[in-house]
T-cell receptor, first 111, second 113 residues
Framework: DAKTTQPPSMDCAEGRAANLPCNHS???????VYWYRQIHSQGPQYIIH???NNETNEMASLIITEDRKSSTLILPHATLRDTAVYYC????????????FGKGTKLSVKP | DADVTQTPRNRITKTGKRIMLECSQTKGHDRMYWYRQDPGLGLRLIYY???????NKGEISDGYSVSRQAQAKFSLSLESAIPNQTALYFCATSGSTWGQPQHFGDGTRLSIL
């Protein structure tokens, strides 16, 4: 089983911020949190990852709580093309080889 | 990610045939991975390789074998394909520095009749 818990689905209005939550209460001190998304049957697309500090890149922002037990992925201005399944992943044992993809959150961006 | 190329993109074959799926990358990464995805499910790790001489079994390696021919190439073989190996197969790569994310190819859709 995945080490993370995500809501199965969320809706967001086009142009608004999409905030996707993730719980990872058993995360260890040196384990990263990774976010990927998968559009239909395409290959998973890397979005962002973080350890302790909040992170931002051209795609999204990642907010990690101080106790590191949860995080939120923020898509600041969602578009229809952001409709996808979003996966929050904490690898088992910290090894990059053990990315366990759970069921993720199906984000639907609506006009 | 165009830096990770999988061939073929689609393949239909019969039970008992030997199949090879190929993955090549131009990212210069040491680590490569093979996953499969079944409809409505997440990805499951089949094999991974941290360098040319290091190959490891993943969660579901039975019925599969791999070959790391070079840093840039990692092949997945099904020696005798069976219908329940029908799935989407993805290759991924990552750097070896702690925390480096994996980057995925566009996948191979494999159907075994």
């Amino acid at each position: 089983d995945a080490k993370t818990t995500q809501p199965p689905s969320m809706d967001c209005a086009e142009g608004r911020a999409a905030n996707l939550p993730c719980n990872h209460s058993t995360i260890s001190g040196n384990e990263y949190v990774y976010w990927y998304r998968q559009i239909h049957s395409q290959g998973p697309q890397y979005i962002i990852h973080g350890l302790k500090n909040n992170e931002t890149n051209e795609m999204a922002s990642l907010i990690i709580t101080e106790d590191r037990k949860s995080s939120t992925l923020i898509l600041p201005h969602a578009t229809l093309r952001d409709t996808a399944v979003y996966y929050c992943i904490v690898p088992y044992g910290g090894s990059q080889g053990n990315l366990i993809f759970g069921k993720g959150t199906k984000l639907s961006v609506k006009p | 990610d165009a830096d990770v190329t999988q061939t073929p993109r689609n393949r239909i074959t019969k039970t008992g045939k030997r199949i090879m799926l190929e993955c090549s990358q131009t990212k210069g990464h040491d680590r490569m991975y093979w996953y499969r995805q079944d409809p409505g499910l997440g990805l499951r790790l089949i094999y991974y390789s941290f360098d040319v001489k290091d190959i490891n079994k993943g969660e579901i390696s039975d019925g599969y074998s791999v070959s790391r021919q070079a840093q840039a190439k990692f092949s997945l073989s099904l020696e005798s394909a069976i219908p329940n190996q029908t799935a989407l197969y993805f290759c991924a790569t990552s750097g070896s520095t702690w925390g480096q994310p994996q980057h995925f190819g566009d996948g191979t859709r494999l159907s075994i009749l």
